[in-house]
């Protein structure tokens, strides 16, 4: 019977959305908000679960090991068109749920559909645009750079530079940025834009490509009422163009309520509703929870949830009600507006639906409704798929299969619909279109190579194109920020003049050995600290790269071998600058092409290496200290304070990593190779004793083979730094 009954909801339940398309088509100037609310499309989400294992102290003081769900058997839909707003008090999950939809999560469970049409994550990242909390941008970056850098990355080679213009010139006016177009985007340092128009740069960035899906978390943090309106505006706007908007906020103002359609209420990881801000007080009536007089309706639903969380019963009994509509259990006293009142039993007030229908959800008969009284505000459990044998089991989280396409129903959480809160509207092919190249649309933006699902190849543009981009943007920064390229040049020559200045002309004796010895080691301790300011410079920049390799801007690898690209030059002046200085002060021998090429390969070897650490630490201070600490190790063991031969056995390993000890023995094999006489009192030595005593090897040859294990380390260290790129900077949860 029970069965049946339900069979019988989900029947009637399809005949009611017929019937809202129905009449949505035969009356447009009353419905266009139902046609256009999401019935059409829309992002759709089934059981959505993520359990982590979390250390809990037990009954008997022993810690134990316990499965805990952040989120539990969510189910609903984000419509197309509209903005979906997920609330929730702190702790709720909203962070957690909107990852979940980005596909941010390695171990989730259910389902994750886009206009009917299975989503993987990798699917996903290449069909939304997510915003994070936090602007990540380039401070020394315009706002009309930072989007055409954006629009160089996500539109590729398909779309011409004419195109790319004009498309972020009508983006720039629709964001209202036009006014601070070329104002620098600034940090704490450097004075640049406002708050406000920050954060719709960072949405810019991520919608320039025209996603079909756009994730906002909590867009409006930080920002001042006016310009938290102000950012919602336009991300009405955009979702008005033809996008899905899935945003997180906390306390949103009653102008901002006015731009959401849809809502997503959660508390401790479970569904508390989903439908329209409009029929929350329906809600809440049929829960029999009365809005008092003058009290915001989703404001005391919130307090409706933290009164049941603080109670025995918990927000379990409200997840049971928006599943099933059972009514939560009645509690004792509860605060409302006008103080600590007793609650009484509340008769269900008949309710009236949306064609004029009696409506009242707490009767679960189907046969008596009329098509509009039926409408679910809150969503019902969708049931377990079920084998040929009979037996249910849940979906697995993000499979692929031609059974699991299917058409929207009542049973995914079909909120009543509202009209759009704007009469704002954009030619949709100016964000969707189905070919690699649209017409450009009313306002004269082209359109955005990009299908149904914001398909196009996993990366916008070609290996090479990607490089290029990379490259433009780095000069640009490097231009842009001097200090950064003056500092270790300044550093360098200083540190020259005063090694020209103090070991002039060495003399051919003892002590002019001893001179000679101590400018070299001194000269590989000062190319490889004068690296270390590389530290905080990427760390900052590796959040920016998370954001823009999460929706596939660019390779990994091609960041990578940009970087490297790009100081190169600069790398070459600034040995070449500490070479010209020294090297004809102290008249060294050998040959000056060799001692450039040792110190251009230990700066790169260096940086290699200040980069890769840089990519493992989680703040600059560790960063500091770990690249000071591997430093000192490399130079004990580099073979001046004990030669190879004369360091432990269990020790030997150390000289072998010792990225110092190559440019060290290096630089005197090319000082010291051959028979010239740099001392004859107390007894004579040449070149090749001094070595020998060194314990340095004067095969013919071996010097430029130092060269070639330096470069070897370097890049070593380059393909650690793009394996951790690759694999360990994921914005992923486990």
């Not at 602007?135 to 590729?156: K, S, W």
């Not at 008092?292 to 109670?311: F, M, R, T, W």
């Not at 390229?485 to 090694?499: I, N």
């Amino acid at each position: 019977m029970a069965h049946q009954h339900q069979h019988n909801g989900r029947h009637a339940g399809g005949h009611r959305l017929e019937t809202v398309i129905d009449m949505a088509r035969q009356q447009p100037e009353k419905a266009a908000g139902a046609g256009q609310f999401g019935f059409t499309g829309g992002l759709e989400f089934t059981s959505l679960t993520y359990t982590v294992v979390k250390k809990q102290r037990g009954a008997g003081g022993e810690w134990e090991k316990k499965d805990v769900d952040l989120l539990h058997e969510i189910t609903g839909y984000a419509p197309k068109g509209c903005v979906t707003a997920v609330m929730g008090p702190s702790g709720a999950g909203k962070s957690t749920f909107l990852d979940a939809l980005a596909g941010r999560i390695a171990s989730l469970d259910g389902r994750v559909a886009l206009d009917g049409v299975e989503m993987s994550p990798s699917l996903i990242k290449r069909s939304s645009a997510y915003v994070m909390q936090d602007d990540r941008l380039f401070p020394m970056l315009t706002v009309y750079e930072t989007l055409m850098f954006a629009a160089d990355f996500r539109l590729g080679s398909s779309v011409s530079a004419s195109d790319k213009k004009l498309r972020v010139e009508n983006l720039i006016e629709q964001l209202g940025l036009t006014s601070s177009r070329n104002t620098y985007i600034g940090d704490e340092g450097t004075r640049g834009v406002s708050g406000g128009e920050r954060r719709r740069v960072s949405i810019g960035v991520d919608i320039i490509h025209g996603p079909a899906l756009l994730f906002l978390d909590e867009p409006t943090s930080g920002l001042d009422s006016t310009s938290a309106h102000s950012v919602i505006e336009k991300v009405h706007d955009i979702a008005c163009a033809g996008s899905t908007v899935v945003l997180t906020i906390h306390q949103p103002s009653s102008r901002i309520l006015l731009l959401l359609d849809h809502l997503i209420i959660l508390a401790r990881g479970q569904l508390m509703y989903s439908g329209g801000p409009k029929e929350v007080t329906a809600h809440l009536a049929r829960m029999g929870r009365k809005v008092p007089k003058g009290e915001n309706s989703i404001e005391h639903l919130l307090d409706v949830i933290q009164e049941y969380e603080q109670s025995e019963f918990g927000v379990k009994a409200l997840a049971e009600f928006c599943l099933t509509g059972l009514k939560p259990p009645k509690l004792t006293a509860t605060y409302g507006a006008e103080g600590l009142s007793t609650v009484s039993s509340i008769a269900q007030t008949p309710m009236m639906g949306l064609g004029g229908e009696d409506f009242d959800h707490s009767m679960r008969s189907q046969h008596s409704r009329s098509p509009w009284s039926g409408v679910q505000l809150t969503p019902s459990r969708r049931p377990k798929h079920k084998d040929q044998h009979g037996r249910s089991h849940n979906t697995p989280g993000y499979s692929s299969g031609a059974h699991h396409n299917h058409r929207y129903t009542p049973e995914i959480v079909m909120g009543t619909p509202t009209p759009l809160s704007s009469a704002f509207t954009v030619n949709e092919d100016d964000y969707l279109t189905p070919t690699h190249r649209a017409a450009p649309n009313a306002t004269g933006a082209p359109g955005v190579g990009i299908n149904a699902l914001g398909h196009r190849g996993k990366f916008a543009n070609s290996y090479v194109g990607e490089v290029w981009v990379l490259m433009r943007r780095n000069f640009t920064n490097i231009w842009r920020t001097p200090e950064l390229f003056l500092s270790r040049l300044m550093v360098l020559t200083v540190m020259g003049f005063l090694m020209a200045t103090m070991f002039t002309k060495p003399k051919d004796n003892p002590q002019g050995i001893t001179n000679r010895l101590s400018f070299f080691i001194f000269t590989v301790c000062v190319f490889f600290f004068s690296s270390n300011d590389a530290v905080p410079a990427f760390i900052q920049e590796r959040f920016i790269f998370i954001r823009e390799t999460s929706h596939n801007a660019y390779r990994a690898s091609a960041y990578v071998v940009a970087g490297l690209i790009t100081y190169l030059p600069f790398l070459l002046l600034q040995s070449a600058t500490y070479a010209g200085i020294v090297w004809f002060a102290l008249k060294l021998h050998g040959q000056f092409l060799y001692f450039l090429v040792m110190l251009y390969a230990s700066l790169l070897s260096t940086n290699s290496f200040v980069v890769f650490i840089s990519s493992v630490v989680p703040n600059f201070i560790l960063g500091y200290a770990a690249v000071i600490a591997f430093t000192a190790l490399f130079f004990l063991f580099c073979g001046y304070f004990l030669s190879s031969h004369s360091i432990p056995l269990a020790w030997k390993w150390m000289n072998t990593i010792s990225t110092m000890k190559y440019p060290y023995e290096g630089l005197l094999m090319n000082e010291f190779d051959g028979d010239r006489v740099f001392a004859t009192d107390p007894i004579r030595l040449t070149g090749d004793d001094i070595l020998r005593q060194l314990g340095i090897s004067t095969v013919e040859g071996r010097k430029w083979r130092m060269v070639l294990y330096l470069l070897g380390w370097a890049v070593f260290y380059r393909v650690l730094f793009y394996l951790v790129l690759r694999f360990a900077s994921k914005n992923k949860r486990k």
